[in-house]
Every structure is written in structure tokens, then in C-alpha cells.
């Protein structure tokens, strides 16, 4: 069936470093990629989204790099700060408007 | 401008209660979804809803029915609750730009 997974689970950096999540899907149809960040309580936000004709799109520390052909899609932080400490979740869309989502990523920041 | 509201924030219910979840939203979307968010499983979708009157089925709907009788309002019914459904709900609604709002989310609890 239709799905996204997504890989590591848990991450653990240092301050200052570089974090990077990856996700795959499974409907080559899909043509939209957001990432939420979810805080504990918190409702999931929307922190950076990719479009299929574009293949990376950066925000300030936070890029997303999408690869159609292997239909995987990257979230990448550089210079990681304890604020980025959170739950990450990838989402993709289907053909048919059904909006999947990873399993998320607990992203640790140590000070 | 409220964005995405859920009525109510908490509910206990014991098994074979009924109920049913509220949202709301104010911004005119079309595309409106229920969640359900359990530890270490991200979001599923339950069903999702392409315009007022409409309504499908998501990944796992089964013990869940919908309504969508006016564009501003998605409601999540629970016929006969069982502890299999104790879990966060979100409500999303979708813009054109396929971007997500979510609600603050209703934790239920199945005794």
C-alpha cells in the first residue's frame, strides 16, 4: 500500500552540528513533500515543503533535497541549537489527496 | 482569524460510549483530515474530505465515520468506543498550495 518511511527514529547531535533525516515513499505520483516539526504537546508544524519539479529548497539553517528518480527526500539543519530539539515528521501526497506521513524522528540537541 | 479549531481538548470515555470530535476552520479550504497520532507511530490518516458534502476513506478508518456538511466543519465520530482507539486526534485542513494547518488536537481516553 501507499507509504513513507522514515529513517533514523531517534538522533542525538552536539550543538552546532548538521542533523539529517531522510524519508522514502512509495507513489511515484507523488508531487508534494512537507516537513512538520512537533513539539512535545504541541500541534505538528509546518517547517519547509518541496514541490516535485524542484529538487532542493533551502530556508535559512533548514534545507530539504528531494531525488524523484529514487523517490527519497532529505531534511537537513545545519548548526543545530537545543530550540531545534523536537519531533520531525515527512509527509508526502498521493495521488488521490491522501496526505501519509513518517513515523517521525526525535531529534536531540545537546548544549 | 482562528485557524484550525478541535472541540473538545480532553475526553474519557468508557468502552462502547459514543461521541463525536469537532473541528473547525476559518481560512475557506477545501480539504479538511482526521489523524490519529499514537507513540512511535507518527500520524495515520482516518478520513479525509475533498470539499463540503464529500468524504474517503484514509489508512485506517475502520471504527471511525465522518460528516462534512458544511465547508467549515469536519466532524469524527466514535459509535462504540474501545481502547484501541485511546489517542491524540489532529484535524488538518489544506490549502491550495497543498500546505497543511493543523488543530491543537483532542487527547481521548478509552476505559
Known amino acids: 500500500g501507499e507509504n513513507v518511511e522514515q529513517h533514523p527514529s531517534t538522533l542525538s547531535v552536539q550543538e552546532g552540528d548538521s542533523a539529517v533525516i531522510k524519508c522514502t515513499y512509495s507513489?511515484?505520483?507523488?508531487?508534494?513533500f512537507p516537513w512538520y516539526k512537533q513539539e512535545l504537546g504541541k500541534r505538528p508544524q509546518l517547517i519547509i515543503d518541496i514541490r516535485s519539479n524542484v529538487g532542493e529548497k533551502k530556508d535559512q539553517r533548514i534545507a530539504v533535497t528531494l531525488n524523484k528518480t529514487a523517490k527519497h527526500f532529505s531534511l537537513h539543519i545545519t548548526e543545530t541549537q537545543p530550540e531545534d530539539s523536537a519531533v520531525y515528521f515527512c509527509?508526502?501526497?498521493?495521488?488521490?489527496?491522501?496526505?501519509?506521513f513518517g513515523a517521525g524522528t526525535r531529534l536531540t540537541v545537546k548544549p | 482569524n482562528a485557524g484550525v479549531t478541535q472541540t473538545p481538548k480532553f475526553r474519557v470515555l468508557k468502552t462502547g460510549q459514543s461521541m463525536t470530535l469537532l473541528c473547525a476552520q476559518d481560512?475557506?479550504?477545501?480539504?479538511m483530515y482526521w489523524y490519529r497520532q499514537d507513540p512511535g507511530m507518527g500520524l495515520r490518516l482516518i478520513h479525509y474530505s475533498v470539499g463540503e458534502g464529500t468524504t474517503a476513506k484514509g489508512e485506517v478508518p475502520d471504527g471511525y465515520n465522518v460528516s462534512r456538511l458544511k465547508k467549515q466543519n469536519f466532524l469524527l465520530g466514535l459509535e462504540s468506543a474501545a481502547p484501541s482507539q485511546t489517542s491524540v486526534y489532529f484535524c488538518?485542513?489544506?490549502?491550495?498550495?497543498?500546505?497543511?494547518?493543523f488543530g491543537p488536537g483532542t487527547r481521548l481516553t478509552v476505559t
Open positions: 481560512m475557506n479550504h477545501e480539504y
Open positions: 509527509a508526502a501526497k498521493f495521488w488521490n489527496n491522501d496526505m501519509r
Open positions: 507513489d511515484s505520483a507523488s508531487n508534494y
Open positions: 488538518a485542513s489544506r490549502n491550495r498550495a497543498y500546505e497543511q494547518y
